[in-house]
């Protein structure tokens, strides 16, 4: 008798993979074990693991990567002051090569040949699902069954899941919702139309800025290397202040931003997102960067950070170049210690004063005062050599209209 074989699923309870679930037992033939991850998002796991052994999962199992998805995942990639296409944080791409990562984990020790994913054939999401995988276990088996069923829109999946009694809400959601520690993105509905307004409910983490308090609230973070430390002094572990700094970023209206993006599949998407606690964190972060980061090395950090929030948003994390742009990164931050002191008001972050004990601003030579550390005169030859090939030029340009 043929061995069945296992498969590692990433499960969230809800209606697709509810569905993907009971489909590669019954039209597949797996041994489905069920994994979901906890990346701190808001959603109530306390009944996932029964739900998904009552839809037949042998084995399931909720894996707490908190404290790994904020250490060994977003604080790398704000080191590296990564923004996609200049404006979107990152907030979904990041999660995926973690939660690919722990899929591998769980073949691995449960002696699976395959793992699954949830994501549609049109998304980026497959492709960092399966690009990671393939990095980490090229060995493993990848089944996505949005490629190879005939379930194909939401009606086909609510007549599966009453056919094999799996309990699911009937209840329309408006909006495709991705949420994790970091943040929380809406697509679909009316957004996909880029000329239509979000509708209210797009607000979850990101108070309306006519809402929130009519008084500033006053913030400190302090880093070492370029990670955050500390909040008002209080030293926390690096998801409880993810957490506690988008809890203050978010009752101030900050963090929410509406774009549309160039999917790495092609098509371009609008999104809604609220990142409160990132959007902070990339403000202060780049503020003490200010003092603390020689400007040769911030230039080409800024230059390199593009190339890196690509690799992110594509799905290549596990890529080499991503680990080559990190070594960089991270060599840059060595000196990003210190604290910046900043007001939250109606959506806007506003430093008010920044310390390091790696600060290169000199204030004597800052200084408007007489000042005997520089030379007014020095300028003169520092001028005259970099204006030289300006002269050179005007001088060709000068002959050539002459002619």
């Not at 931003?257 to 999917?263: G, H, P, S």
């Amino acid at each position: 008798m043929q061995k069945i074989q296992k498969v590692v699923l990433a499960y969230s309870g809800g209606l697709d993979t509810s569905v993907i679930l009971k489909w590669l037992i019954t039209e597949r033939g797996y041994d489905v074990i069920a994994v979901t991850a906890d990346l701190g998002q808001p959603e109530d796991l306390s009944g996932v693991t029964e739900k998904a052994l009552r839809t037949g999962a042998s084995k399931a199992f909720v894996l707490d990567l908190r404290e790994e998805m904020a250490g060994d995942f977003v604080f790398p990639m704000m080191r590296s002051a990564a923004l996609y296409e200049n404006r979107y944080l990152l907030g979904t791409s990041i999660a995926r090569p973690l939660i690919a990562k722990a899929l591998v984990d769980v073949a691995r020790s449960e002696n699976a040949g395959a793992v699954s994913h949830g994501a549609t054939g049109k998304g980026n999401d497959q492709v960092r699902f399966e690009f990671a995988v393939n990095a980490l276990a090229p060995d493993l088996t990848v089944v996505a069954p949005w490629r190879e069923w005939n379930l194909m829109s939401r009606t086909a999946l609510l007549d599966f899941a009453q056919q094999h009694g799996i309990p699911v809400s009937n209840d329309a959601k408006r909006y495709s919702i991705d949420a994790n520690m970091l943040h929380t993105s809406f697509e679909g509905g009316e957004l996909e139309d880029p000329g239509n307004e979000p509708h209210p409910t797009c607000h979850q983490r990101c108070a309306p800025v006519e809402q929130a308090p009519d008084s500033a609230e006053i913030v400190s973070v302090a880093f070492e290397r370029g990670n955050p430390v500390a909040v008002n002094e209080e030293l926390l572990s690096p998801a409880a202040i993810i957490a506690k700094l988008g809890e203050l970023a978010g009752r101030n209206g900050i963090g929410r931003t509406d774009i549309v993006e160039n999917r790495f599949v092609g098509m371009k998407c609008r999104g809604v997102y609220e990142n409160p606690a990132g959007t902070l964190l990339y403000a202060l972060h780049r503020d003490l960067e200010g003092i603390c980061m020689d400007r040769e090395v911030l230039g080409i950090r800024d230059i390199l950070a593009v190339r890196y929030a690509q690799c992110v948003y594509n799905g290549f994390w596990y890529a080499p170049e991503r680990e080559a742009l990190q070594a960089f990164m991270d060599k840059s931050q060595e000196n990003v210690t210190g604290t910046v002191r900043a007001k939250l008001y109606k959506g806007g972050v506003w430093p008010l004063s920044r310390t390091s004990p790696n600060s290169l601003f000199s204030q004597d030579l800052a200084t408007f005062e007489n000042c005997a550390a520089y030379d007014h005169k020095d300028a003169v030859g520092f001028i005259r050599l970099n204006a030289l090939r300006l002269r050179l030029y005007a001088t060709l340009r000068q002959k050539n209209a002459g002619t």
